[in-house]
């Protein structure tokens, strides 16, 4: 799969859509514990619109009661039967391994437990570096996305980890055809109080990497107040000028508390949809929170579908087809395991 969409920025959710609709090609997704009702559903939207071609891997007769339940046709997928949340997150990595799928997405499955099977030494996927949580959501007014990092893996990360957590976020920009991305460092305050507010410290010294060219092309400032990275009106009423301010592209912010509280505040006071995955990885990892909607769901597996494009990592339908079906699987009973030191939680 090739993006022949050169680098027209995409500026909505649906935008998104339609630019992996634009790809030749459906990619191959592999669903981890699929026994949720919006995991089904948005995996079928995702199929019913030519996103992507799910592999379901789960327990049996839990997916058959909730396809029940969901009046949902899974007879023409592909299953494994995969009864505890780690033996199917190990299924999942190995049909990617074996070229099977090119990304995977989180059903009903803890964080830490996804994490530790794709990061295991001998049965995981290969380290292409740090692992964090990137979400992407229309800016609410405006005609643009925009990015949140890190809401779900990295707890407590230290200024390296925070550098690392901001190129990851920079390479989905990219692919988002953003260029020059604007990036905030999240903090209380603009000024710089250590050691009472040590994340104050650790944003100014991303934002003098940024200016040393760490980043590349991006723009990094900080430490920013929420107000001031998104807010015109709190840009004219502190008086601050800087090309980042009240126009963020990129909100990164200092803990995993304040970006999963920024997040869930989007997503369940703002009814902002929003798009999950890990970037980090080799394999795109479509990671959504527990309580996101299959609206939420489904433009997560756009994203992860685009970011496999951009990294060439797209095993399409029809390339292998190595699985069962699952209406096989569930009537002849066949069956087919560190970052979460660092941070990886349910969220």
């Given at each position: 799969?090739?993006?022949?969409?050169?680098?027209?920025?995409?500026?909505?959710l649906?935008?998104?859509?339609?630019?992996?609709?634009g790809?030749?090609?459906?990619?191959?997704?592999?669903?981890?514990?699929?026994?949720?009702?919006?995991?089904i559903?948005?995996?079928?939207?995702?199929?019913e619109?030519?996103?992507?071609?799910?592999?379901?891997?789960?327990?049996?007769?839990?997916?058959?009661?909730?396809?029940?339940r969901?009046?949902?046709?899974?007879?023409?997928?592909e299953?494994?039967?995969?009864?505890?949340?780690?033996?199917?997150?190990?299924q999942?990595?190995?049909?990617?391994?074996?070229?099977?799928a090119?990304?995977?997405?989180?059903?009903?499955?803890?964080?830490?437990?996804?994490?530790?099977?794709?990061?295991?030494?001998?049965?995981?996927?290969?380290?292409?570096?740090?692992?964090?949580?990137?979400?992407?959501?229309?800016?609410?007014?405006?005609?643009?996305?925009?990015?949140?990092?890190?809401?779900?893996?990295?707890?407590?990360?230290?200024?390296?980890?925070?550098?690392?957590?901001?190129?990851?976020?920079?390479?989905?920009?990219?692919?988002?055809?953003?260029?020059?991305?604007?990036?905030?460092?999240?903090?209380?305050?603009?000024?710089?109080?250590?050691?009472?507010?040590?994340?104050?410290?650790?944003a100014?010294?991303?934002?003098r990497?940024?200016?040393?060219?760490?980043?590349?092309?991006a723009?990094?400032?900080?430490?920013?107040?929420?107000?001031?990275?998104?807010?015109?009106?709190?840009?004219?009423?502190?008086?601050?000028?800087?090309?980042?301010?009240?126009?963020?592209?990129?909100?990164?912010?200092?803990?995993?508390?304040?970006?999963?509280?920024?997040y869930?505040?989007?997503?369940?006071?703002?009814?902002?949809?929003?798009?999950?995955?890990?970037?980090?990885?080799?394999?795109?990892?479509?990671?959504?929170?527990?309580?996101?909607?299959?609206?939420t769901?489904?433009?997560?597996?756009?994203?992860?579908?685009?970011?496999?494009a951009?990294?060439?990592?797209?095993?399409?339908?029809?390339?292998?087809?190595?699985?069962?079906?699952?209406?096989?699987?569930?009537?002849?009973?066949?069956?087919?395991?560190d970052?979460?030191?660092?941070?990886?939680?349910?969220?």
């Amino acid at each position: 799969m090739s993006d022949g969409g050169a680098r027209m920025t995409i500026r909505t959710l649906e935008g998104l859509v339609e630019r992996v609709l634009g790809m030749p090609g459906v990619p191959r997704l592999a669903v981890a514990s699929c026994a949720e009702d919006f995991v089904i559903q948005a995996c079928l939207a995702a199929h019913e619109r030519g996103l992507a071609e799910p592999i379901f891997v789960g327990d049996r007769e839990q997916t058959a009661r909730v396809s029940e339940r969901l009046g949902a046709d899974l007879a023409p997928f592909e299953f494994h039967h995969a009864p505890e949340p780690a033996a199917a997150v190990e299924q999942c990595i190995r049909l990617y391994r074996a070229g099977d799928a090119g990304a995977i997405m989180k059903g009903k499955v803890s964080t830490d437990v996804l994490l530790r099977g794709v990061l295991n030494k001998e049965t995981g996927v290969p380290p292409a570096g740090v692992l964090s949580h990137v979400g992407v959501f229309g800016a609410p007014g405006q005609d643009r996305l925009m990015i949140l990092t890190d809401a779900g893996i990295n707890i407590s990360p230290n200024l390296q980890r925070k550098a690392d957590i901001v190129r990851n976020a920079l390479a989905v920009a990219r692919a988002l055809g953003i260029s020059a991305p604007r990036v905030a460092m999240l903090a209380a305050t603009e000024k710089v109080i250590y050691p009472a507010m040590p994340a104050t410290l650790d944003a100014q010294m991303v934002a003098r990497m940024g200016e040393q060219g760490e980043f590349g092309d991006a723009q990094v400032a900080g430490p920013f107040a929420l107000d001031l990275a998104v807010s015109a009106r709190a840009v004219e009423c502190k008086g601050v000028d800087n090309p980042v301010a009240g126009r963020a592209d990129i909100l990164v912010a200092p803990d995993i508390e304040s970006g999963n509280i920024l997040y869930k505040a989007l997503t369940s006071m703002m009814n902002v949809d929003m798009a999950g995955i890990v970037a980090g990885s080799r394999v795109p990892i479509v990671l959504p929170s527990r309580g996101d909607t299959d609206r939420t769901k489904f433009f997560s597996i756009a994203l992860a579908t685009l970011m496999a494009a951009a990294a060439g990592n797209s095993v399409c339908a029809g390339q292998n087809d190595s699985g069962q079906t699952v209406s096989g699987q569930i009537a002849s009973g066949q069956t087919a395991s560190d970052q979460t030191a660092s941070g990886g939680r349910e969220t």
